[in-house]
């Protein structure tokens, strides 16, 4: 069965960086696409970007552009997404989310990883 | 950069219909999703592709895109149907994927 599993919950503090994985199974990994999604306290879903497992390509929201880096390894079918110069408003729950196509729906998520940025 | 807009709470009774709008630029020329969310817990598509359903999902709910709107349709709503549902669409002229704000049903 597809099985997307996150790394657990992390503590920074503003300024410093936090890299969360998501480790891939039960399926073809070079053939979908993984988005990460980010949903802060009582707040909405937003999109942060993808990346192209088989080519490792990515395409990143504006808003991120610059401070987030999405990587994979295909020898341990995980991804990686790392977030640079973190703040407070970057308290959220962070999932990964896999889709068949850039326009495709997301079929399964991540458990989430909650990062937490206090001083 | 493309907008979707939905209302933040929607009620209604057990066994009735819930309409869920997602309004958007000529989003009847794009692929929409729709994710119910509970608290706690991951995300789950209920619709893609404007109305169709994914293995597992109940009849129940169903969707439609036209225009500058689609809608969420739950029928005959349960109080498990209560949590936030999210729209999504891909905006190919900005290359995002968009989320709506969200709207949270709430059964009565």
């Known amino acids: 069965q597809v099985q997307l599993v996150q790394s657990g919950a992390e503590v920074k503090k503003p300024g410093a960086s936090v890299k969360v994985s998501c480790r891939a199974s039960g399926y073809t990994f070079t053939d979908y696409y993984m988005h990460w999604v980010r949903q802060a306290p009582g707040q909405g879903l937003e999109w942060m970007g993808w990346i192209n497992p088989n080519s490792g390509g990515t395409n990143y929201a504006k808003k991120f552009q610059g401070r987030v880096t999405m990587t994979r390894d295909t020898s341990v079918t995980t991804l990686y997404m790392e977030l640079n110069r973190l703040a407070s408003d970057d308290t959220a729950v962070y999932f990964c989310?896999?889709?068949?196509?850039?326009?495709?729906?997301?079929?399964?998520w991540g458990q989430g990883t909650l990062v937490t940025v206090s001083s | 950069s493309y907008v979707l807009t939905q209302p933040p709470s929607v009620s209604v009774a057990p066994g009735q219909t819930a309409r869920i709008t997602c309004g958007g630029n000529s989003i009847g020329s794009k692929g929409v999703h729709w994710y119910q969310v509970r608290p706690g817990q991951a995300p789950v598509v209920v619709v893609y592709d404007d109305d169709d359903r994914p293995s597992g999902i109940p009849e129940r709910f169903s969707g439609s895109n036209s225009g500058h709107t689609a809608t969420l349709t739950i029928s005959r709503v349960e109080a498990g149907d209560e949590a936030a549902y999210y729209c999504q669409v891909w905006d190919s002229s900005g290359h995002e994927v968009v989320f709506g704000g969200g709207t949270k049903v709430t059964v009565l």
């Open positions: 989310a896999r889709a068949v196509g850039i326009p495709a729906q997301s079929d399964y």
